[in-house]
């Protein structure tokens, strides 16, 4: 397992959209361990996809348990392998971050409920039936596989905003 550095927008592989990893061995079980202990290491991160860290492979890991307040009935650490939205129904519009665009949230819209269904590093098929924030995670998840980021997903420019620096705050005063 090592902790990798997360590609930033604009490097060209977040826009690229992601190959199917097909079956599973020991490099993509390599590529899931990296995925997991990177988004662990990243303060604030529920989610992470392979093309952010420069591998152009259909795959993530996501775990909104680690969340201050984490949400009921959540599925705890999921990783998946050529995921697929299977169904979605519903949506709002929230607040959004992205660890390979830093500096910006953005006001996206999306389900409010979904079904994913992709493979385990075991091999194994798993369905996520997944509502509110995990679903969004969920789908912010998939959204990299496709190339695209939050930026992509705004409906105009008044939809992003300057991301808060609160370790910064208060530096100014002496």
Known sequence: MTVRS???YPARVLKGIAGPVGSIG???RGLAADLVETMYDSPGCVGLAAPQLGVPSRAFALDVSVMK???EGN????VLFDPDLVAADGSEIRREGCMSVPDWTCDVRRALHVVVRGTTPEGDVRVIEASGFEARALQHELDHLDGLLILDRVASRADVFARKRYADKGKHLK
């Open 6 to 8: 997360v590609v930033r």
């Open 26 to 28: 020991p490099v993509e």
């Open 69 to 71: 307040k984490p949400p």
């Open 75 to 78: 599925h705890g650490l999921v």
